[in-house]
């Protein structure tokens, strides 16, 4: 799969800011994944979806890892928004570990199998040490962004 389909490199950043929860930090990628798209109109419904979603089980995958998502009927296509925190999060992640790596994904309700395969996409990519690492080191965000690119592996189907 190619992650790049759904997270182009414009919607990927480093983030220098020490967050003091992961509500706040969910609150800050939210905020920039809808600024300036048709999305906005709807945010408070979709951010009260994604609350929600993260309420009923954690999304901190594991190895610094998390994948917040939710679906949404105000949401046509997958929208996602990746950072790079420099300074790890208390996600209640799976494995206990702060999360420095997040990918936001906003999918439509009528898309339920691209939505399960943009996840498992994901989980794949960072479950691959080289990459996070990769991702983690990188210098800038167009860095980071070059060490997830370097894994394409053929299109998103769905």
Known sequence: ????????????????????????LL???FTKCV???PLEAHKADIWRTLVERE??????????VAIPHCSSEHVPDVTAFGAVLRHGVDFQAVDEAPVRIVVL??????????H???????????????????VLSAPD??????????QNAGPVVG
Do not use: W
Not at 55 to 64: F, H, N, R
Not at 105 to 114: G, T, V
Not at 141 to 148: G, S
């Open 116 to 134: 399960i395969k943009v996840l498992a996409a994901l989980a794949r990519l960072f479950n691959d040490e080289p990459t996070r690492n990769a």
């Open 1 to 24: 799969m190619d992650i790049t389909e759904v997270l182009p490199e414009d919607r990927f950043v480093i983030l220098d800011t020490q967050f003091s929860s992961k509500l706040e």
């Open 141 to 150: 965000a167009a860095a980071a962004y070059a060490a997830l690119a370097r």
């Open 27 to 29: 609150e800050a990628v």
């Open 35 to 37: 600024a300036g798209s």
């Open 55 to 64: 309420k009923s089980m954690s999304t901190g995958i594991g190895l610094g």
């Open 105 to 114: 994904l906003l999918m439509p309700k009528q898309k339920f199998e691209r």
